[in-house]
Nanobody
Framework: QVQLVESGGGLVQAGGSLRLSCAAS????????MGWFRQAPGKEREFVAH????????AYADSVKGRFTISRDNAKNTVYLQMNSLKSEDTGVYYCAHNKYAGVWSPLGGRVADFGSWGQGTQVTVSS
């Protein structure tokens, strides 16, 4: 079982930036795809971005392409989400997630069901 702890959320004005971090412990971090998801009030959890185990392959939701950047540091067991040009619709709880299966990544994005371990979430609020 892997433990995930997110940090870096907060309140920011529209157009601003935030950087989320997710520290992982437990299983072998570097062998698994890591993802970021978000959930707005009253809505289902949705895919934001995911990154393959080596960091060579990345996919984003259309809504964040060109504004968000996912990255990872396998030496630090940490995955990041740099969020720029934030919009009010980016508001929600952001979750870090660890894929269930080693070496699995899809250019079509990630599904909630493919990820077996989740962090507690960090709130991001964008004021307009």
């Amino acid at each position: 079982q892997v433990q995930l702890v997110e940090s870096g959320g907060g309140l920011v004005q529209a157009g601003g930036s935030l950087r989320l971090s997710c520290a992982a412990s437990g299983r072998t971090f570097s062998s698994y795809t890591m993802g970021w998801f978000r959930q707005a009030p009253g809505k289902e959890r949705e895919f934001v971005a995911h990154i393959s185990s080596s960091g060579d392959n990345i996919a984003y939701a259309d809504s964040v392409k060109g504004r968000f950047t996912i990255s990872r540091d396998n030496a630090k067991n940490t995955v990041y989400l740099q969020m720029n040009s934030l919009k009010s619709e980016d508001t929600g709880v952001y979750y870090c997630a660890h894929n269930k299966y080693a070496g699995v990544w899809s250019p079509l994005g990630g599904r909630v069901a493919d990820f077996g371990s989740w962090g507690q979430g960090t709130q991001v609020t964008v004021s307009s």
